[in-house]
């Protein structure tokens, strides 16, 4: 695994948001393929303060989705932190994922405004 992209971004945990059903398939052979993979070469993730931002935009109000926890040391395929054209830096898987990276998955529902929150235990770096 390589990762690169500006400053120090090998440790800590990245995020991917998928529906349950997909991981579900992609837990028989071990190894997860978003839709991503297939249209641009690569898995979407986000760091902790990125995650509300991009699933309120992506998936607002959509229900059926979890979270994959995923230790970047652990991920086979090369990780690059991209520029998504806003001026932020994004996780991206360029591979498919295995299994073993996913140190844990957890319910990602929204709220009844269809908004999401961080979920307990995961907590966003503070600006310094």
């Known amino acids: ?3 690169e992209g500006p400053g120090d971004r090998n440790s800590g945990i990245i995020l991917h948001i998928c529906p349950l059903a997909e991981w579900r398939s ?3 052979d071990g190894w997860y393929r978003s839709s991503s993979l297939e249209s641009e ?3 979407h993730c986000s760091e902790p303060d990125q995650l509300i ?3 309120d935009y992506l998936f607002r109000g959509r229900s059926g989705l979890i979270l994959l926890l995923i230790d970047p040391a652990r991920v086979v395929a090369e990780i690059r932190f991209e520029d998504a054209g806003n001026g932020k830096f994004y996780p991206h898987i360029y591979g498919a994922l295995n299994e073993s990276a996913v ?3 957890l ?3 929204p ?3 269809g908004r999401f929150a961080l979920p307990q235990g995961i907590s966003a770096p503070s600006a310094s």
């Open 111 to 113: 709220d009844p405004e």
């Open 1 to 3: 695994m390589s990762v």
């Open 107 to 109: 319910p990602f529902e």
């Open 26 to 28: 992609a837990q028989a």
């Open 53 to 55: 931002e991009v699933a």
């Open 41 to 43: 070469g690569f898995i």
């Open 103 to 105: 140190i844990s998955t």
